[in-house]
């Protein structure tokens, strides 16, 4: 008991200032701010746009949504260059092909929360679910009787994938940072409650992973976001030839647990969002006790997404610098 508390112990030292604030004040430096979310992403502003969803047409939403798109492309130049930016390197440094993809990537996005919108107003959305593909992957990793973490990237609509589980009788926890305000999480919260999603918040106490740790040795399935860590949870791997900071939070969670790491991705296809599992990236537990086994499994996560990010690179949203200098 004293050396599974222990466990649990350096696991939540792995991630101290887990719930560390998201957005910039407006007196920071201007690249601080920039390496925040925009403005934009507000409590506000999110709650107009689920008002309006309710009340206008969804094709007239997402019209409206693909005009301010183009517009926002036209007048953010420095948020559009930080978008550029992250996709040179998938595109062999080819910044026409980068700025060709970004200025899509805008409309993409803009249609991916135009159909966010109308799953958090507790709107109709199984008609936005596609094809899916990898199903048996999922399968045998929950015969296994572990827990099983999906990992995936910021690509599609990673928030649908929770329906897509619930519907075949998964139960799902997904591990969140705190919205900018507290009004903004738990709007988040009940709208994957409607679906029997349960969210586990990490918050200023890294402590709260001790509870994920419990899950997955219980046999639970829990989501888990690979691409876009706090400095605390970063660790270096290689994507596309360059450095980049990924979670170590999926690795530690194997190293604690013993769960099944299943790599899975929700991108938009003709008639909506296609579920896609992948094989089960395997690992030896044992060797996670050393940081290196640690960094080398995040790089064996990531590179299974890399062939999917080229795939789908105008829905691989990132609106803040990733690379590392």
């Not at 649908?160 to 589980?165: H, K, N």
């Not at 402590?207 to 997955?216: G, S």
């Not at 995040?298 to 829905?315: C, G, Y």
């Amino acid at each position: 008991m004293f050396k599974k508390n222990l466990q649990f112990v350096e696991t939540a030292r792995a991630f101290p200032n887990a719930g560390a604030a998201i957005s910039a004040p407006e007196s920071a430096p201007r690249q601080t701010r920039l390496s925040a979310p925009s403005s934009l992403y507000r409590q506000e502003f999110w709650m107009i746009g689920i008002w309006i969803i309710r009340v206008i047409p969804r094709k007239i939403c997402a019209l409206f949504a693909l005009i301010f798109a183009s517009l926002y492309w036209t007048v953010a130049r420095s948020r559009r260059e930080i978008v550029i930016q992250n996709l040179l390197p998938a595109t062999g440094g080819n910044r026409n092909e980068a700025t060709r993809v970004a200025k899509k990537l805008f409309h993409q996005f803009a249609r991916k929360i135009v159909d966010l919108w109308q799953y958090e107003a507790g709107m109709p959305i199984l008609q936005l679910q596609a094809e899916s593909s990898g199903w048996e992957h999922f399968v045998k990793a929950n015969e296994s009787g572990r827990g099983v973490l999906l990992v995936t990237p910021h690509l599609g609509n990673w928030e649908f994938g929770g329906p897509w589980l619930t519907r075949r009788g998964v139960p799902l926890h997904v591990i969140t940072m705190a919205e900018p305000g507290k009004d903004f999480t738990q709007l988040r919260q009940a709208s994957r409650a409607r679906w029997n999603i349960e969210t586990v918040v990490i918050g200023g106490d890294p402590f709260a992973f001790v509870e994920i740790i419990r899950l997955l040795e219980s046999g639970a399935t829990v989501a888990l976001l690979m691409d876009r860590p706090s400095p605390a949870t970063a660790i270096d791997v290689e994507l596309f030839g360059k450095t980049f900071p990924a979670s170590v939070a999926a690795t530690e969670l194997a190293r604690a647990s013993g769960c099944v790491l299943l790599p899975v991705y929700l991108p938009r296809v003709a008639n909506g969002y296609a579920a896609r599992v992948l094989p089960e990236i395997p690992y030896e537990r044992s060797a996670l006790r050393d940081r290196v086994a640690r960094q080398q499994l995040t790089q064996e996560i990531m590179r299974a997404f890399e062939p999917v990010i080229r795939e789908h690179l105008d829905q691989w949203y990132h609106f803040v610098p990733v690379w590392k200098e």
